[in-house]
T-cell receptor, first 115, second 114 residues
Framework: NAGVTQTPKFRILKIGQSMTLQCTQD?????MYWYRQDPGMGLKLIYY???????DKGEVPNGYNVSRSTTEDFPLRLELAAPSQTSVYFC??????????????FGPGTRLTVT | AQSVTQLDSHVSVSEGTPVLLRCNYS??????LFWYVQHPNKGLQLLLK??????LVKGINGFEAEFKKSETSFHLTKPSAHMSDAAEYFC????????????FGQGTTLQVKP
């Protein structure tokens, strides 16, 4: 079991460029999440998905898009990158079970710099 | 709305002395509460969780936390700090709805001095 994997680990973007952050989990979890972590802050939820084909906005969705075509993959798309999107991005997943008992499993993160 | 406040942004202890990281929460219903740890340049790892069973919860690496509903607190403790405990610690509460969403505190940096 690899758990939750994220690629790339690091990326530098120029303002206005676009990119996709990849996230894959091999635990057959229905629930997946994208967070961003700014320096000295806790994690803030960008988007989440409760199953293939179903996504919804979190706390800070502006400037991002997601899709969930399979159970395993949950890519995060940045369109027209801005310096405010410089952050560390974490993907997480959690399994079925009577809520709110979910434990979320986190990937190692992607460190993104926009200059 | 649910929220979490970690009362200390930075805690410094000497190796071998007790650790106390404080967390207060606000929730309109009986929440689940978690403590996660993040070592430098790493992802987050679950330390322990409270899910309405025993109010004293034991986690990994000798950490434990006590849920006190009357004080809306979920403080994290460890009797004796190790150098390897130096990390960022997050207190987390479940958000509303059945989506498993989590609300994170701002984090407490634990420094352990030799």
């Amino acid at each position: 079991n690899a758990g939750v994997t994220q690629t790339p680990k690091f990326r530098i973007l120029k303002i206005g460029q676009s990119m996709t952050l990849q996230c894959t989990q091999d635990m057959n979890h229905n629930y997946m999440y994208w967070y961003r972590q700014d320096p000295g802050m806790g994690l803030k939820l960008i988007y989440y998905s409760v199953g293939a084909g179903i996504t919804d906005k979190g706390e800070v969705p502006n400037g991002y898009n997601v899709s969930r075509s399979t159970t395993e993959d949950f890519p995060l798309r940045l369109e027209l990158a801005a310096p405010s999107q410089t952050s560390v991005y974490f993907c997480a997943s959690s399994g079925l079970g009577a809520p709110p008992l979910y434990e979320q499993y986190f990937g190692p993160g992607t460190r993104l710099t926009v200059t | 709305a649910q929220s979490v406040t970690q009362l200390d942004s930075h805690v410094s202890v000497s190796e071998g002395t007790p650790v106390l990281l404080r967390c207060n929460y606000s929730s309109s219903y009986s929440p689940s509460l978690f403590w996660y740890v993040q070592h430098p340049n790493k992802g987050l790892q679950l330390l322990l969780k409270y899910t309405s069973a025993a109010t004293l919860v034991k986690g990994i690496n000798g950490f434990e936390a006590e849920f006190k509903k009357s004080e809306t607190s979920f403080h994290l403790t460890k009797p004796s700090a190790h150098m390897s405990d130096a990390a960022e610690y997050f207190c987390v509460v479940t958000g509303s709805g059945n989506t498993g969403k989590l609300i994170f505190g701002q984090g407490t940096t634990l420094q352990v001095k030799p």
